[in-house]
């Protein structure tokens, strides 16, 4: 356990070990194999969770929370491997489109080679943006990113465990972003860590899945000296951020388990909205 939290206090040096691992892990597991039955889990990391189940999951919440519809121009914010995508191959028609982009390489390579072949209106994209826990040479301040993408152009974004890695100005531009690129009644899906009354009390009690070591006025952070590792947001900031962009939420939040709640919908927790006329 030391040494965990000793590199997860060294992005760098656990990123070069890690990606070291990767390459013996795959070779060991994969070779010979084709590669269109690789388990995309053997690239990257993905966080915790099964990488097919966690996708179905998300995928059941896109329409039944969301109504999203086959012909649907869809927007995925950190995509990753795909564990978001590959269940909306099945879904999209192709009048529909999805565009993803991540920072991982390997992982927006495994996604062109195994989906984009098989499913021309599935496509994705690497972007150099800087985050020191997860891409410390990024030569892009999330800050400062543009979406690349036109804007009032999709009809559904969503963005799962990505936004417990931002800070808040990184948080402000995507917001800002999302907005632009989003259509008139387009929705949204983004999971957070939300901090109020209840959760506030459960970390209290130790009751919680995630441990802090730093209070700010409007979030916890999990390491202090690598803010990115793990960030939980005051629920009253994160509606004020909607609201400052044009985003109406629409009630309830779907809360989930991280904190130690015996009601919950998911593990993060589920914010869902509306873009309006």
């Known amino acids: 356990m030391k040494r965990l939290k000793f590199l997860n206090h060294h992005p ?3 990123w070069k070990l890690y990606h070291l691992y ?3 892990y795959d070779s060991v597991n994969y070779f010979g194999k084709n590669s269109s039955e690789l388990s995309p889990e053997g690239l990257l990391f993905i966080g915790s969770g099964d990488f097919r189940k966690v996708g179905e999951e998300f995928f059941s919440h896109f329409q039944n929370l969301c109504n999203l519809n086959p012909t649907d121009k869809i927007l995925d914010i950190g ?3 795909g564990r978001m995508a590959v269940p909306l ?3 999209l028609e192709s009048s529909g489109a999805y565009e993803g982009f991540d920072i991982f390489q390997s992982g927006i390579e495994w996604c062109k080679k195994n ?6 209106n599935f496509n994705f994209q690497l972007v150099n943006i800087y985050n020191k826990e997860y891409n410390p040479n990024g030569k892009i301040q999330p800050s400062d990113f ?3 993408y036109e804007s009032n152009y999709f009809d559904f974004i969503f963005a799962t465990s990505v936004f417990t890695h931002m800070l808040p100005e990184d948080l402000d531009n995507y917001f800002a ?3 632009r690129v989003l259509k008139n009644n387009g929705k949204c899906l983004l999971t957070f860590l939300l901090l109020n009354s209840q959760s506030q009390n459960s970390i209290k009690l130790k009751k919680s899945k995630i441990e802090f070591e730093y209070l700010d006025e409007n979030y916890y952070l999990m390491y202090r000296d690598v803010p990115e590792h793990t960030i939980a947001y005051k629920e009253k900031f994160i509606k004020e951020i909607y609201e400052k962009h044009g985003l109406i939420i629409e009630e309830p939040i779907r809360y989930g388990s991280w904190s130690g709640r015996e009601n919950f919908l998911s593990f993060q927790d589920l914010i869902i909205s509306i873009k309006p006329v």
């Not at 989906?115 to 021309?120: D, F, L, Q």
Request: aromatic share 20%; with cysteine; hydrophobic share 30%.
């Open 22 to 24: 990767r390459f013996f």
């Open 79 to 81: 995509c990753g491997q």
């Open 177 to 179: 972003e999302i907005n």
């Open 12 to 14: 760098s040096l656990k």
């Open 146 to 148: 543009k979406f690349p």
């Open 89 to 91: 191959t099945k879904f």
């Open 115 to 120: 989906i984009s072949t098989r499913y021309s």
